[in-house]
């Protein structure tokens, strides 16, 4: 080997590092960046879990117990429950869970009688489901566990009863898949044009950006369209997910989602000017973002309160909140229109964003 060829490279690529500092910024901050974003956002501790009470008895005794659970820690008492109201604040998702303490609640401990109390449980995600359940058994067993009496949790899981992983993953896949392929589709096609230099034969046409770029939207919005129906029926299809809601409102719903993330490719494609750099780029503010930021594996709410409003600047968590809740909890437009509208809105920042990006020039 030739030492002094090698000095020579070495020199030379230590003299174009210099003058990049933006790859050396890259190189150096972004696995801190995801030390710490990972740091945080990944927990499978679960706290502040928001829960309801529907008190029967109104007694010292049941309000002892409604209270225990607060105590614990782990729980936030956010409601009090009614026939009206326990099914609607579990579907939306304001409570994780609802305790319903029976009327002679305090008369059968004090007769030293087994006394049922019900939990209910929403099942959306699986993993959290199980913990919650774990710690609702633990606290009705060690609540006044001096007396003769015993409590008997009555635990109902809703939306996921089986509390099958495979229930609440696939409806999230939907999300995560779509916001992975499409934008790297989109960015690709962009800058592959700059590469070879014809783009600037549309710099020369009276193409507007606006025209240009939607040209380019529509064409990979609809293969990323026939891309998320196959997943979807794939998904559901092979992995026996129950379907509970309106397929047509999630397939309706998706259709503006893959637009958004289409979208984003091409705002991407306005900022670098290699595929190499593109896909990269693509990867970092796409795939990374809407698994650990959307509520995929890990729920949105037991994040710290800064990173809950990281999530919210991803489009993912309002299209997974959609597919889960369309099909696991059977939700209509009514429950799921405002995710719907801020995907809409989305779709329509990235993609002025990226006509403002995309500055037309005559070559």
């Known amino acids: 080997m030739n030492a002094r060829g090698i000095i020579a490279v070495l020199k030379k690529e230590t003299i174009e590092l210099s003058r990049d500092p933006v790859t050396i910024a890259v190189a150096l901050l972004m696995p801190l960046i995801m030390l710490f974003l990972f740091g945080y956002a990944v927990s499978l501790d679960v706290k502040d ?3 309801g009470v529907w008190d029967l008895d109104r007694t010292t005794a049941s309000r002892e117990l409604a209270d225990s659970f607060a105590r614990s820690g782990y729980f936030v008492r956010a409601a009090e429950l009614d026939k009206s109201n326990i099914e609607p604040m579990l579907l939306h998702g304001d409570i994780r869970m609802a305790v319903v ?3 002679s609640f305090e ?3 004090s007769r030293g009688e087994a006394v049922p109390v019900q939990v209910l449980v929403d099942g959306t995600y699986s993993n959290v489901a199980q913990i919650i359940v774990g710690y609702a ?26 509390l099958r992983s495979a229930n ?3 409806p999230g896949l939907l999300g995560v898949i779509m ?3 499409p934008p790297l589709l989109t960015a690709l096609a962009v800058v592959r044009e700059k590469e070879s230099r014809s783009i600037e034969q549309i710099f020369a046409s009276p193409l507007t950006s606006a025209e240009f770029l939607a040209g380019k939207l529509m064409p990979y919005g609809a293969i990323a369209f026939v891309e998320f129906l196959m997943v979807m029926a794939i998904g559901f299809l092979w992995f026996e997910v129950p379907f509970r809601g309106n397929i047509v409102l999630l397939t309706g719903a998706a ?3 893959v637009f958004t993330t289409v979208g984003l490719g091409l705002f991407v494609s306005t900022i670098v000017r290699t595929q190499v750099a593109a896909m990269l780029l693509a990867l970092v503010v796409t795939l990374m973002p809407s698994a650990l930021f959307s509520g995929f594996i890990f729920p949105v709410f037991t994040m710290p309160y800064a990173l809950q409003l990281y999530a919210s600047s991803f489009p993912a968590r309002y299209f997974i909140d959609v597919a889960r809740d369309v099909t696991l909890r059977g939700a209509g ?5 405002v995710n719907i509208v801020l995907i809409v809105i989305y779709s329509a920042a990235v993609f002025a964003a990226a006509v403002w990006r995309f500055r037309k020039k005559v070559a």
């Open 137 to 162: 058994d633990a606290i009705i067993a060690s609540f006044r566990n001096g007396t003769v009496s015993s409590i008997e949790p009555e635990v109902r899981v809703w939306y996921n009863p089986s």
């Open 49 to 51: 879990i928001r829960y």
């Open 333 to 337: 437009l009514g429950d799921v229109w």
């Open 107 to 109: 008369s059968r401990m």
């Open 255 to 257: 259709l503006v989602y």
């Open 101 to 103: 303490i029976p009327n």
């Open 168 to 170: 609440y993953v696939i």
């Open 179 to 181: 916001m992975a392929f």
